[in-house]
């Protein structure tokens, strides 16, 4: 059987974090200049503790819009329910979850700690590597 490159040697390392205490203004900020659909946010150790979408900062928007109500921290807003994806998994796989999900983009954990992250245009690009 064919061995397949791991997510590990595909996953981005340099990424943006968030923190949960960060205010919700200074997230929405950070991810419209990086222009990021969304970032990790990792406590104090580099643990995993949610995610930040565009769509998550949108709800902020909405309260400071209908109830004047702007402000709160990420940890407020964030999803804090995550799926991730082990480094040492092999793309296929990595592809099969992708296709199971309507995620674009999965931390990667290793011992509990954020090392990366992998997107479907990862995936992909390390799967066309195998056709050539």
């Known amino acids: 059987m064919k061995e397949f490159p791991l997510v590990s040697t595909c996953m981005a390392t340099d990424l943006i974090k968030l923190s949960p205490e960060m205010e919700i203004n200074q997230a929405m900020i ?3 200049e990086a ?7 990792v406590d104090e150790t580099g643990g995993l503790v949610g995610v930040l979408s565009k769509k ?9 819009a209908y109830y ?3 402000g709160g921290t990420v ?18 796989k990595a592809a099969e979850v992708f296709l199971a999900s309507r ?22 690009r390390g799967l066309s590597e195998q056709w050539s």
């Not at 998550?56 to 400071?64: G, P, Q, S, T």
């Open 30 to 32: 950070v991810l419209l």
């Open 75 to 92: 940890a407020d807003y964030m999803s804090s329910e995550v799926e991730t994806i082990d480094p040492m998994m092999d793309i296929v």
């Open 35 to 41: 222009r990021l659909s969304g970032a990790p946010v």
């Open 68 to 70: 004047q109500e702007w």
């Open 56 to 64: 998550d900062c949108l709800k902020a928007a909405v309260n400071d």
């Open 103 to 124: 995620f674009r983009r999965f931390p990667v954990i290793e011992d509990g700690r954020l090392i990366g992250q992998v997107s479907r245009s990862d995936i992909l």
